[in-house]
T-cell receptor
Framework: GENVEQHPSTLSVQEGDSAVIKCTYS??????FPWYKQELGKRPQLIID?????GEKKDQRIAVTLNKTAKHFSLHITETQPEDSAVYFC???????????FGTGTSLTVIP | KAGVTQTPRYLIKTRGQQVTLSCSPI?????VSWYQQTPGQGLQFLFE???????NKGNFPGRFSGRQFSNSRSEMNVSTLELGDSALYLC?????????????FGSGTQLSVL
């Protein structure tokens, strides 16, 4: 089955700096890669996603890049703010679309 | 629309007992999946149901089972509880569970096994 590795497990940045979280996956058949944000005590929510036919996608301060050849994808957050503090999960989704394989999460702390 | 609802919010059980967790998806959603969340392990896939049929199952022992009803509500059962089963159990729903569909998560059931 699919195996998703996520790094780093914890990340602290100063407010205004950029944060980068990286994920690798093993199954070349995976073709959908969403990112979920989970604030403390809350449910995970989708923040951005990318399909395998796209190399990069941006939404305001967040962007995701995908390298299918190397089987890795990354989340980039620019101009970080304290409200960006949360746990971020990457996922690789099976080509049937109904099995999500999540990474182990990155706890991001933005220091004011 | 009401969001995904999970009950109960908290559960305390002892080893050897069994437990049933409930998940009501967003109205109109027919796919329900379940995840176990533990510190350091992230979100681990348990199983996914669509139209009362289990379509996928993760790598969990047979003590973990589930079902889905005709109204798309789903239940998850864990028998012969072990200490290691202590975790936050999240369910998520989507319309059809097909590619590129967003998952909507519930708030979870926090299970503590003593």
């Amino acid at each position: 089955g699919e195996n998703v590795e996520q790094h780093p497990s914890t990340l602290s940045v100063q407010e205004g700096d950029s944060a980068v979280i990286k994920c690798t996956y093993s199954d070349s058949a995976s073709n959908y890669f969403p990112w979920y944000k989970q604030e403390l005590g809350k449910r995970p929510q989708l923040i951005i996603d990318i399909r395998s036919n796209v190399g990069e996608k941006k939404d305001q301060r967040i962007a995701v890049t995908l390298n299918k050849t190397a089987k890795h994808f990354s989340l980039h957050i620019t101009e970080t703010q304290p409200e960006d503090s949360a746990v971020y999960f990457c996922a690789a989704v099976s080509n049937t679309g109904n099995q999500f394989y999540f990474g182990t999460g990155t706890s991001l702390t933005v220091i004011p | 629309k009401a969001g995904v609802t999970q009950t109960p919010r908290y559960l305390i059980k002892t080893r050897g007992q069994q437990v049933t967790l409930s998940c009501s998806p967003i109205s109109g959603h027919r796919s329900v999946s379940w995840y176990q969340q533990t510190p350091g392990q992230g979100l681990q896939f348990l199983f996914e149901y669509f139209s009362e049929t289990q379509r996928n199952k993760g790598n969990f022992p047979g003590r973990f089972s589930g079902r889905q009803f005709s109204n798309s509500r789903s239940e998850m059962n864990v028998s012969t509880l072990e200490l290691g089963d202590s975790a936050l159990y999240l369910c998520a729903s989507s319309a059809t569970g097909t590619l590129n569909e967003k998952l909507f998560f519930g708030s979870g059931t926090q299970l503590s096994v003593l």
